[in-house]
Nanobody, 124 residues
């Protein structure tokens, strides 16, 4: 069993930056591929970024490429999402998710553990 707790959300102006963090409790964090998904009001949950268990491979949604960076610290059981150049379309609830295999996936159906989310609101 893995519990995931996100933090770092809030209100930010367009063009600004935020850094999200997700802390995992439980055993064997280093064998999980970790991910960030988001869900805007009235829309389906969508993939944002993923990182392999070792941290050696990262994948991004097209909307995140060049602006967001996912990273992890297996010694601290944490995964982070650095978000730059935020725009209104980035407004959403952001969720941390874990997949108990080493390679990341873009599909929410492959995730086994989810956090409760942290809200980001980008203002104009």
């Amino acid at each position: 069993q893995v519990q995931l707790v996100e933090s770092g959300g809030g209100l930010v102006q367009a063009g600004g930056s935020l850094r999200l963090s997700c802390v995992a409790s439980g055993r064997a964090f280093s064998v999980y591929a970790m991910h960030w998904f988001r869900q805007a009001p009235g829309k389906e949950r969508e993939f944002v970024a993923g990182i392999s268990a070792s941290g050696g491979r990262t994948i991004y949604a097209d909307s995140a490429k060049g602006r967001f960076t996912i990273s992890r610290d297996n010694a601290k059981n944490t995964v982070a999402l650095q978000m730059n150049s935020l725009n209104f379309a980035d407004t959403a609830e952001y969720f941390c998710a874990a997949r108990p295999w080493g390679t990341p996936s873009t599909s929410s159906r492959d995730m086994v553990y989810w956090g409760k989310g942290t809200l980001i609101t980008v203002s104009s």
